[in-house]
């Protein structure tokens, strides 16, 4: 693919996830420049076509779009701070992996240097970078994310922007991985129930799976409509009578000798719902707890 009408990046830093977005950029035929702490990471970029800058000062005013993905958000800033004056016109992309309050404080840093930044969070693995199902999310200012969305989408097919707060990509993330590691621990626990009882994770398998899909998954709606509308209808089962349920689960684990700190949890949120008068609604009031931090 020709590169002549692409226009120029630079990817400072070249990781795994650094090295996959230069790649994703080669491929599309940008121009692509990159730095690295150890040079030595580049060498097979360079043999497709990227060039290697000597310095983050002679990498940054290769391109106007510069695309950093490094340890963390002080790597970053040491990096972008070395230049001194950075060159004008310069839109730092920031996915680098870090908090919401660390992507906020970044944004005011650039801003007060005169820097355009937009932050991103990566929601895929390094293999996935160039494909349909990478999904990086991004917040900052609208321009600066509408006048370089097509050299990004090289990088994400599924490019979402998210608004003017930089912070809300680094929420997303952990807000999404928040939700794959408590599914799957919550997955685990069964297994080890069930595995109490010389059970193979195979046979339990296909009850888990069809639980997902009939059960579990087409909740997710609901409740979703529930907290954003404040209320929670019991659909059938009252939150009092779930929480029985959930002692159950409590003493089931502890009978089986199995590590109970899940469900106790779940059923000490569940009996402080109760206390703030939700007995009757249904187990999204649990929400009404978790929104607020204990104490």
Known sequence: MGSDNRAPVTVVGLGSMGSALA?????????????????????????????????????????????????????????????????????IVNL???????????????????????????????????????LIFYGGPKALYDANAEALASIAGAGTYLGEDAGLPSLYDVALLGLMWTTWAGFMHSLALVGSEQVKAEAFLPFAQAWFEHVVNPE????????????????????????????????????????????????????????QGHAGDGFASVYEVLRKARG
Not at 259 to 272: H, I, K, V
Request: hydrophobic share 45%; glycine share 8%.
């Open 23 to 91: 790649n994703a950029f080669l491929d599309k035929g940008h121009p692509t420049t990159v730095w690295n702490r150890s040079p030595e990471k580049a060498e097979a970029l360079v043999a497709k076509g990227a060039v290697l800058a000597a310095t983050p000062a002679e990498a940054i005013a290769a391109s106007e779009l510069v695309v950093v993905c490094v340890l963390d958000y002080r790597a970053m800033r040491e990096i972008i701070d070395s230049l001194g004056e950075a060159p004008a016109g310069r839109v």
């Open 96 to 134: 680098t992996s870090g908090t919401p309050d660390e992507a906020r404080q970044a944004a005011t840093w650039a801003a007060e240097r005169g820097v355009g930044y937009v932050d991103g969070a990566i929601m895929a693995t390094p293999p996935m970078i160039g494909s349909e199902h990478a």
């Open 220 to 275: 997710i709606p609901r409740i979703a409509a529930q907290v954003d509308q404040g209320t929670y209808p019991d659909g059938g089962s009252a939150l009092g009578m779930q929480a029985v349920a959930v002692e159950h689960l409590v003493d089931a684990s502890r009978a089986q000798k199995v590590d109970a700190a899940l469900p106790e949890f779940l059923l000490e949120r569940a009996e402080q719902a109760i206390k």
